[in-house]
């Protein structure tokens, strides 16, 4: 079967980094993709990767290793806007995204 | 309009009824996903279309249809709703769906509660 794990809920502390882990097991990969999801509203993409390695974007970092069937997400220098769902998603043999159930992040002042 | 859009915003709606959620998108995506998400799970695909014309069922199409007759418009309509088809739907867009990136972008979703 598919299965994308990622943990259910953490709380970091504004200014700080915060590292959210995601593990997959799917049929075939064709890419991986980040989106957050504030309460209430719709996902909005982050980041993609599809190469070993990592892609910074600003205080974004999205981290990948497909022979671990691994990626992070790092957000640096938290602001209390960041407080939001992540969500994991991976692209399969069959070009369709593979949901993870999301991290809700808790940012403290 | 900008973006996707998604009518009606939220609704009740008695077991049984007839529905149909609206998804409109005006950046001439070639692929559409009707999602639905619900507490502690992921993303479910129901149905997705890679072109105008074509459809295909996903996760869990059992008691949705959808319809795809031009680019911009991908309703979902429920047959004869049921309780556990409590959710919130979201309708999604794409350029494609191979190539590098080709990231979804979400309508604000609809909210719908079966009695």
């Known amino acids: 079967g598919q299965n994308i794990d990622q943990p259910t809920e953490m709380t970091a502390t504004e200014g700080a980094i915060v590292q959210i882990n995601c593990t997959y097991q799917t049929s075939g990969f064709n890419g991986l993709f980040w989106y957050q999801q504030h309460a209430g509203e719709a996902p909005t993409f982050l980041s993609y990767n599809v190469l070993d390695g990592l892609e910074e974007k ?13 990626s992070y ?12 769902s992540y969500l994991c998603a991976v692209r399969d043999s069959n070009y ?8 809700k992040l808790i940012i403290k002042p | 309009i900008a973006g996707i859009t998604q009518a009606p915003t939220s609704q009740i709606l ?47 199409p059992d008691g949705y249809s959808v319809s795809r007759a031009n680019t911009d418009d991908f ?29 979804q ?5 609809t909210r719908l509660t079966v009695l």
């Open chain 1, 73 to 84: 997400l790092l957000l640096k220098e938290l602001q209390m806007k960041d407080s939001a």
């Open chain 2, 75 to 103: 309703p979902l309509t429920l047959a004869s709703a049921v309780p556990s088809q409590t959710s919130v739907y979201f309708c999604a867009s794409s350029d494609s769906t191979s190539g590098d990136y080709n990231e």
């Open chain 2, 105 to 109: 972008f979400f309508g604000p979703g």
């Open chain 1, 96 to 103: 369709q995204l593979i949901w993870g159930a999301g991290t």
């Open chain 1, 58 to 70: 600003g205080r974004f970092s999205s981290f990948l290793s497909p022979s671990n069937g691994y």
């Open chain 2, 14 to 60: 008695a077991a049984g009824r007839r529905m149909t959620l609206r998804c409109t998108q005006d950046m001439r995506h070639n692929a559409m996903y009707w999602y639905r998400q619900d507490l502690g799970l992921g993303l479910r695909l129901i149905h997705y279309s890679n072109t105008a014309g074509t459809t295909g069922k996903g996760e869990v």
